[in-house]
């Protein structure tokens, strides 16, 4: 294995593109890979990389790792793609990463942990704004209330989605949604609680979603009460709300299919103006009972932070610092990880007590 060889996983997707494009610009040399060679053969061709194209099911999958030292998993839905990916980096000796912020997908890899310590490997899903960002932010809340029985966490954001965020979005309709109790994860109705959060930017309205943090935070902090917010204006809140009873028919394999040709059809994702003029607005509680602390941050556009984020956890590892087992952005670097991306703000407000 060469040190400063590194893979990415689903390079041509919208996500995968801007990475690679990115590191190519930053002067780093990934391999290209995917499942389709002739999309890999045009990037490659206009990035001067080398490509490999294979499909996760190749048995030969671990041989074609052999000699990387990092795979960067950019191909979702992960929960489709984490397992073959991370059973081949396990058995090659490779570091894995990826942009997930599937919980699921996080409850399954924290699964190989032990293995990941005997073959020497770290395993990090959620190096993009799922979850750098959030998962700094509750480590940085549990520094400064050790003793806190409760987290939440949400943000607000504005830009778009990608085709892949939206086909992963699909895969969860009629699931609804999940937050944690006494450490365990529990289940709950789709806008199961709405409450208005000042995300810096004055009182918006957000309801409960199950985002990434619900199960990173947990093993980040061990605080045992999660839950995780999105701002979205009343009526979207108010339609969620029918996913309870529109949950049978949404769960359908045909309809999701439906759902997601229609994706394939009409969503590009983001611009580079879109991405460059919009941020995001991440805002997080805690509390011990006693007293209520609260801190916000302000970041680029989610994909520009993906994008940052995800080299700069890369770079740390070709460096050589790479914890082994299983990890989270933050059990990993620290709270202040996020602090190191171009653009990121971080406001810390004072403690709020009881009356």
């Given at each position: 294995?060469?040190?400063?060889?590194?893979?990415?996983?689903?390079?041509?997707?919208?996500?995968?593109?801007?990475?690679?494009?990115?590191?190519?610009?930053?002067?780093?040399?990934?391999?290209?890979?995917?499942?389709?060679?002739?999309?890999?053969?045009?990037l490659?061709?206009?990035?001067?990389?080398?490509?490999?194209?294979?499909?996760?099911?190749?048995?030969?999958?671990?041989?074609?790792?052999?000699?990387?030292?990092?795979?960067?998993?950019?191909?979702?839905?992960?929960?489709?793609?984490?397992?073959?990916?991370v059973?081949?980096?396990?058995?090659?000796?490779?570091?894995?990463?990826?942009?997930?912020?599937?919980?699921?997908?996080?409850?399954?890899?924290?699964?190989?942990?032990?293995?990941a310590?005997?073959?020497?490997?770290?395993?990090?899903?959620?190096?993009?704004?799922?979850?750098v960002?959030?998962?700094?932010?509750?480590?940085?809340?549990?520094?400064?209330?050790?003793?806190?029985?409760?987290?939440?966490?949400?943000?607000?954001?504005?830009?778009?989605f990608?085709?892949?965020?939206?086909?992963?979005?699909?895969?969860?309709?009629?699931?609804?949604?999940m937050?944690?109790?006494?450490?365990?994860?529990?289940?709950v109705?789709?806008?199961?609680?709405?409450?208005?959060?000042?995300?810096?930017d004055?009182?918006a309205?957000?309801?409960?979603?199950?985002?990434?943090?619900?199960?990173?935070?947990?093993?980040t902090?061990?605080?045992?009460?999660?839950?995780?917010?999105?701002?979205?204006p009343?009526?979207?809140?108010?339609?969620?709300?029918?996913?309870?009873?529109l949950?049978?028919?949404?769960?359908?394999?045909?309809?999701?299919?439906?759902?997601?040709?229609?994706?394939?059809?009409?969503?590009?994702?983001?611009d580079?103006?879109t991405?460059?003029?919009?941020?995001?607005?991440?805002?997080?509680?805690?509390?011990?009972?006693?007293?209520?602390?609260t801190?916000?941050?302000r970041?680029?556009?989610?994909?520009?932070?993906?994008?940052?984020?995800a080299?700069?956890?890369?770079?740390?590892?070709?460096?050589?610092?790479?914890?082994?087992?299983?990890?989270?952005p933050?059990?990993?670097?620290?709270?202040?990880?996020?602090?190191?991306?171009?653009?990121?703000?971080?406001?810390?407000?004072?403690?709020?007590?009881?009356n």
């Amino acid at each position: 294995m060469t040190d400063d060889r590194w893979l990415i996983y689903g390079a041509y997707g919208y996500t995968g593109e801007l990475i690679a494009r990115e590191a190519v610009d930053r002067g780093l040399d990934p391999i290209l890979a995917g499942r389709t060679r002739g999309k890999l053969d045009r990037l490659a061709e206009d990035l001067g990389c080398d490509f490999r194209a294979f499909g996760l099911s190749d048995e030969a999958l671990p041989q074609l790792l052999d000699d990387v030292a990092i795979v960067l998993n950019c191909a979702g839905p992960f929960a489709e793609t984490y397992e073959p990916m991370v059973g081949a980096c396990l058995e090659s000796g490779t570091h894995y990463l990826d942009i997930t912020g599937e919980i699921e997908v996080f409850e399954a890899i924290k699964g190989y942990d032990e293995r990941a310590h005997e073959a020497d490997v770290m395993l990090l899903p959620g190096v993009g704004f799922d979850v750098v960002p959030s998962d700094c932010l509750a480590a940085h809340l549990a520094e400064r209330l050790p003793d806190a029985e409760s987290l939440a966490l949400g943000f607000k954001a504005e830009g778009g989605f990608s085709p892949g965020t939206m086909k992963t979005a699909i895969d969860g309709l009629g699931e609804g949604g999940m937050i944690r109790r006494g450490g365990q994860l529990e289940s709950v109705p789709a806008a199961w609680k709405t409450r208005e959060i000042d995300f810096g930017d004055g009182p918006a309205m957000a309801t409960t979603f199950p985002w990434g943090d619900v199960s990173t935070a947990h093993h980040t902090t061990g605080i045992p009460d999660i839950e995780f917010y999105l701002a979205f204006p009343p009526s979207t809140i108010e339609r969620m709300k029918y996913q309870r009873y529109l949950a049978p028919v949404l769960s359908l394999g045909p309809v999701k299919s439906l759902l997601k040709s229609l994706v394939d059809r009409k969503v590009d994702g983001p611009d580079a103006e879109t991405r460059e003029t919009t941020d995001a607005l991440l805002w997080g509680e805690v509390s011990d009972g006693e007293q209520t602390l609260t801190s916000r941050l302000r970041t680029p556009n989610t994909y520009r932070l993906t994008t940052l984020s995800a080299l700069e956890i890369l770079q740390r590892v070709l460096d050589g610092d790479a914890p082994v087992g299983y990890q989270t952005p933050a059990s990993a670097y620290g709270p202040d990880l996020v602090l190191s991306i171009e653009g990121v703000e971080r406001t810390d407000e004072p403690a709020e007590t009881p009356n």
